[in-house]
């Protein structure tokens, strides 16, 4: 059962609605039809050019772009257009023929060093995963097989994948500059050739789906909300931009202490005490005055 999911994205152009999927459709390619005669390669392009409103169709990664003629407006069809892709991907639908040819994009990869001396980021030009994940021995890596093949590399230590970079911390046994070629290289070529970074049901099998986060997150108080709230919009982008992530685990409402988890190049990084310490933990005392006592961090 492949359980594909489909949200409506809009985008800055308002001819143009993105359909989200939960899953990726191609191994990391893109596909541009203009009309339905150039979409022969696509089943699924072709189906929706017999909507009379379709005028260009955009196939990449985990989603598909829809431009529309001014005939329409989105708000009115983007929710069946969206339900009609759900449908036929998980009727098994063919996305793009495996003959097709794919609009030529390079994929790049570059090293960015992290506040972290035993982490460093390799940042992709592609969509790599379509939420976040942390691996720390081979042995509970095997949802992805990426994060299998670096294993591989006697000094790495631990892998975490988010959107488009991976972050690898590495032994003290390496020095970063002997080895980021190598690995910039491998991750470079893996996503190239198309193969699987993570597989299909990995989000599910782990539990992070958007709908099972969305699901547990309504189980929880509302202290326990407001906080997650304030870490994914003040906190999140700027560790992400470090190569980490912080997670809210728990909340006590006597002790009013919080417990979050730190990922990738967070984790044993000797600045995130510093971090958690003046700046998320008086964030939070500022925000939520009287409910805020301490912010603890255990390392992913």
């Known amino acids: 059962m492949n359980n594909f999911k489909v949200s409506v994205q809009e985008t800055s152009n308002t001819s143009i609605v993105k359909f989200e999927v ?3 459709i191609t191994k990391h390619q893109s596909f541009e039809f203009n009309n339905i005669d150039e979409a022969k390669s696509s089943p699924l392009a072709q189906q929706l050019f017999y909507l009379p409103f379709v005028k260009k169709v955009y196939i990449s990664g985990n989603f598909v772009a829809v ?6 407006e989105w708000s009115d069809v983007q929710d069946e257009v969206a339900e009609q892709i759900e449908a036929y991907l998980n009727e098994g639908g063919i996305v793009v023929e495996d003959t097709a040819a794919p609009k030529k994009v390079p994929v790049t990869v570059y090293a960015e060093s992290t506040p972290n001396p035993s982490v460093m980021k390799f940042v992709s030009n592609k969509k790599i995963v379509t939420t976040l994940f ?3 021995s081979i042995d509970d890596a095997k949802l992805s097989p ?4 670096l294993f591989h590399f006697p000094f790495v230590k631990s892998v975490f994948l988010d959107e488009n970079y991976v972050s690898i911390t590495k032994y003290d046994m390496a020095e970063w500059q002997d080895i980021t070629i190598e690995i910039r290289e491998f991750i470079k070529n893996y996503i190239e050739q198309g193969k699987e970074v993570v597989l299909a049901n990995a989000a599910e099998t782990l539990k992070k789906s958007s709908e099972q986060l969305d699901s547990h997150f309504e189980t929880l108080d509302d202290t326990s909300k407001e906080i997650i709230n304030i870490l994914e919009e003040y906190v999140k982008p700027a560790v992400a931009s470090d190569g980490g992530n912080i997670q809210f685990i728990s909340y006590d409402a006597n002790t009013k202490n919080v417990s979050v988890m730190l990922q990738g190049a967070c984790s044993g ?9 003046s700046g998320i933990e008086n964030m939070l005392k500022e925000m939520l005055p009287g409910k805020i006592e301490m912010v603890e961090a255990i390392n992913g």
Do not use: D, G, H, W
Not at 146 to 149: H, K, N, Q, R, T
Not at 272 to 277: A, G, Q
């Open 67 to 72: 431009e529309r003629y001014n005939i329409v």
């Open 146 to 149: 990426l994060a299998i093949e």
């Open 22 to 24: 939960n899953q990726f």
């Open 134 to 136: 942390e691996f720390t």
């Open 269 to 277: 990084c000797p600045s995130s005490t510093y971090t958690l310490k």
